[in-house]
């Protein structure tokens, strides 16, 4: 079946706009989380949401990061006011937690966020 | 997330077994190790995962030491395709939601 999906793949984007990049789960998975990854480093965690849960945001870096969720599909991640900082991969990922407490996280390939 | 700690770097020959050590010595009783991978531009790729017995799969087969405080990750037949950074992780007992990646092992599969 089809993995999951982020768009768009590459984003470049002038300091101070506001960009919003959009994960699409794998069907039926009721976790999903986003990650952050800067050149050459590890993996940060973002936000987390399951089910109708209220999100874990405690990983959001600052008040211009927010998520959102749609019941259990398709999940947006904007960040306004954009910083060269933010320059990054942006990785989404979901999980059968429904099925299994400790299903493994299945994730995409980013979106490559580059700002000028 | 219980710590992990993992070589840097590690070369493996074409063809041999490729052997990936993990220590974690903070684990306690009923968390699990996993592994996943990620290879150049690509999201991290789950491996395998287990509590206490060993386990193999299609991709690897992992060994967990009696006492739990250290895993290998073992791929039989490593392949050019196997070069990757190879993350070992130990979620809390409160689930998976944070993962916590470290900068893992380098893998460099060599002709």
């Known amino acids: 079946g089809a993995g999951v999906s982020q768009s768009p793949s590459n984003k470049v984007t002038e300091k101070g706009k506001d960009v919003e990049l959009r994960c699409d789960p794998i069907s039926g998975h009721t976790a999903l989380y986003w990650y952050r990854q800067r050149l050459g480093q590890g993996l940060e965690f973002l936000i987390y949401f399951q089910g109708n849960s209220a999100p874990d945001k405690s990983g959001l870096p600052s008040d211009r990061f927010s998520a959102e969720r749609t019941g259990e599909s398709v999940s947006t991640l904007t960040i306004q006011r954009t910083q060269q900082e933010d320059s990054a991969v942006y990785l989404c990922?979901?999980?059968?937690?429904?099925?299994?407490?400790?299903?493994?996280?299945?994730f995409g390939n980013g979106t490559r966020l580059t700002v000028t | 997330d219980a710590k992990t700690t993992q070589p840097p770097s590690m070369d493996c020959a074409e063809g041999r077994a490729a052997n990936l050590p993990c220590n974690h010595s903070t684990i306690s009783g009923n968390e699990y190790v996993y592994w996943y991978r990620q290879i150049h531009s690509q999201g991290p790729q789950y491996i395998i995962h287990?509590?206490?017995n060993n386990e193999t799969n299609e991709m690897a087969s992992l060994i967990i030491t009696e006492d739990r405080k250290s895993s290998t990750l073992i791929l039989p037949h490593a392949t050019l395709r196997d070069t990757a950074v190879y993350y070992c992780?130990?979620?809390?007992?409160?689930?998976?939601?944070?993962?916590?990646f470290g900068t893992g092992t380098r893998l460099t599969i060599i002709p």
């Open positions: 287990g509590l206490k």
């Open positions: 992780i130990v979620p809390d007992n409160f689930g998976n939601e944070k993962l916590t």
């Open positions: 990922a979901s999980s059968d937690r429904h099925r299994s407490y400790n299903s493994p996280l299945h």
